[in-house]
Nanobody, 123 residues
Framework: VQLQAYGGGLVQAGGFLRLSCAAS????????VGWFRQAPGKGREFVASIRRNGDNTDYPDSVKGRFTISRDNAKNTVYLQMNSLKPEDTAVYYC?????????????????WGHGTQVTVSS
């Protein structure tokens, strides 16, 4: 499973970005996909996850109501719509995947990782 995250950039506080995670695998529909982020000097933080059918999503309180994860299995792609961005959202964002139907907000539970994409929110 190869994952490629893209769509990061520089945005002002209050702005929005949409990240994409494209997977090169035939079994994309069997994957639970998550987004994590890592700010300088900090650990990797869970941001969102979406399960196989796309109906079940999970978010931490820090992004709930501002971020939305979705998927298009026909395009082997998961999206992270980020609205009302704050400077504290600045980080490298990673997408990750696992062959499991269950929810997980722990990075070590994910087996496949893409390279990150930088998101910078200016105040």
């Amino acid at each position: 499973v190869q994952l490629q995250a893209y769509g990061g950039g520089l945005v002002q506080a209050g702005g929005f970005l949409r990240l994409s995670c494209a997977a090169s695998v035939r079994t994309f529909g069997s994957l639970t996909v998550g987004w994590f982020r890592q700010a300088p000097g900090k650990g990797r933080e869970f941001v969102a996850s979406i399960r196989r059918n796309g109906d079940n999503t999970d978010y931490p309180d820090s992004v709930k109501g501002r971020f939305t994860i979705s998927r298009d299995n026909a395009k082997n792609t998961v999206y992270l719509q980020m609205n009302s961005l704050k400077p504290e959202d600045t980080a490298v964002y990673y997408c990750a995947a696992r062959y499991s139907v269950s929810y997980s907000d722990t990075s070590r539970s994910y087996d496949y990782w893409g390279h990150g994409t930088q998101v910078t929110v200016s105040s």
